[in-house]
């Protein structure tokens, strides 16, 4: 597996807590993803980053911020969590962004 | 954006027997065609890949084939196994940097 890491791995969170993912990365790829993983819809972009400060929305970015201060970090932030966030979050990085994608262990949010 | 569909959605084999699973994409600018593959619990794992300017690509008991005319892609699986089942997922990239993903199908190899 690349060296990817994410956290939590689990979290369990009442709606309208902020919530804040965090995925760390040592392969010093370029390219970082956000995608999250429901039953019957495979995995979704929220959103992705391509370079430091660089960053860009998916197909499903509303209710979701991220931020990238360093190569490898990128955090994913719910302002305001709601139960339609219930999911697996994946984070995934590419070297060359059209390419091959690695990911994440996942992190399991559960928003009551 | 891009739509990318996947069929079958769930997908029983005799152990030995092939399977196939076919990704129909619509964005005629997508270039690189990912498969994946994720036992349950984990993390999805890349098995193989196509780039637009070629037709076929093998690796051991797993091909995929490209027609960019059709605009469809296929995952071929050889002489399955009980460890192939998993669910599998195709994928699509564009030159936006996003990628889209197919819904999934879920292959059980009996043995």
């Known amino acids: 597996d690349a060296g990817i890491t994410q956290s939590p791995r689990h979290k369990v969170t009442e709606t309208g807590t902020p919530v804040t993912l965090r995925c760390h990365q040592t392969e010093n790829h370029r390219y970082m993803y956000w995608y999250r993983q429901d039953p019957g819809h495979g995995l979704r972009l929220i959103h992705y980053s391509y370079g430091v400060k660089d960053t860009d929305k998916g197909e499903v970015s509303d209710g979701y911020s991220v931020s990238r201060s360093k190569t490898e970090d990128f955090l994913l932030t719910l302002e305001s969590a709601t139960s339609s966030q219930t999911s697996v979050y994946f984070c995934a990085i590419s070297e060359y962004g059209l390419y091959e994608q690695y990911f994440g262990p996942g992190t399991r949010l559960t928003v009551t | 954006g891009e739509n990318v569909e996947q069929h079958p959605s769930t997908l029983s084999v005799q152990e030995g027997d092939s399977a196939v699973i076919k990704c129909t994409y619509s964005?005629?600018?997508?270039?690189?065609f990912p498969w994946y593959k994720q036992e349950l619990g984990k993390r999805p794992q890349l098995i193989i890949d196509?780039?637009?300017?070629?037709g076929e690509k093998k690796d051991q008991r797993i091909a995929v084939t490209l027609n960019k005319t059709a605009k469809h892609f296929s995952l071929h699986i050889t002489e399955t196994q009980p460890e192939d089942s998993a669910v599998y997922f195709c994928?699509?990239?564009?030159?936006?940097?996003?990628?889209?993903f197919g819904t999934g199908t879920s292959l059980t190899v009996i043995p």
């Open positions: 196509i780039r637009s300017n070629v």
């Open positions: 994928a699509a990239s564009t030159a936006g940097n996003q990628f889209y």
């Open positions: 964005d005629s600018a997508s270039n690189y």
